[in-house]
């Protein structure tokens, strides 16, 4: 049985985190919408990027792709990716005959390191429920289609497994280099809820 030791009370550092916020936002000194951009800034944009770029170097360089599925945690850890959240990490692959998606179905076990802060929908009830048992709708309303002939594997996060899905790289890339690649890379599609972007798709 998996340890899974997240739904303990507030740590010590969590509980000063949230008095020094209200009591920051209480005495005027910061703005509540600044700390939701803070917020946002790290759950969608700093953290999704450094697993973007890991992505990016496993679909241009074989030889780091085989040391990142042997080996996740050293091949993370030689862009400087690692820490809490992170230490015990599974790269899981999608091809043309296997889709990967990941879930916490008890908290909200997330790899850091790579993806930043969860989602608030990760983090919800239902996707943690629906995901297990009817993973094809969850992908669906994603807008992921997928062939029946595609096996859907579903990996339930604990505090000593972190998943990261290598998404497919996709049709017509072929001639990118590895910046351009990690554009197409979305924090959505490293979860499993998504396919990584088209070229020349709008980056919405
Ligand atoms: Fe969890």
Not at 124 to 152: H, I, T
């Amino acid at each position: 049985m998996a340890k899974h030791d997240h739904d303990a009370p507030l740590s010590d550092t969590q509980l000063r985190v949230r008095a020094l916020e209200s009591l920051l936002i209480e005495k005027g000194l910061v703005d509540p919408a600044a700390l939701d951009i803070l917020i946002d800034t790290y759950e969608n944009k700093v953290g999704p990027r450094n697993g973007a770029r890991v992505v990016a170097r496993a679909w241009s360089d074989p030889d780091y792709k085989q040391r990142l599925l042997d080996d996740p945690g050293a091949a993370i850890a030689e862009f400087g990716f690692s820490g809490r959240q992170g230490e015990d990490m599974v790269v899981v692959e999608n091809t043309s005959e296997v889709h990967n998606m990941t879930v916490c179905t008890l908290c909200s076990c997330y790899p850091w390191p790579v993806l930043g802060l969860p989602p608030v929908w990760y983090k919800s009830a239902p996707y943690r429920a629906r995901a297990v048992s009817e993973p094809r709708a969850v992908l669906r309303e994603f807008g992921v289609e997928l062939d029946e002939n595609v096996e859907v594997r579903v990996w339930d996060s604990t505090a000593e497994m972190r998943y990261l899905v290598l998404p497919e790289r996709p049709a017509g890339s072929e001639d990118l280099g590895e910046d351009e690649l990690a554009e197409l890379v979305t924090r959505d599609c490293m979860i499993g809820v998504a396919k990584a972007r088209s070229p020349g798709a709008s980056s919405a």
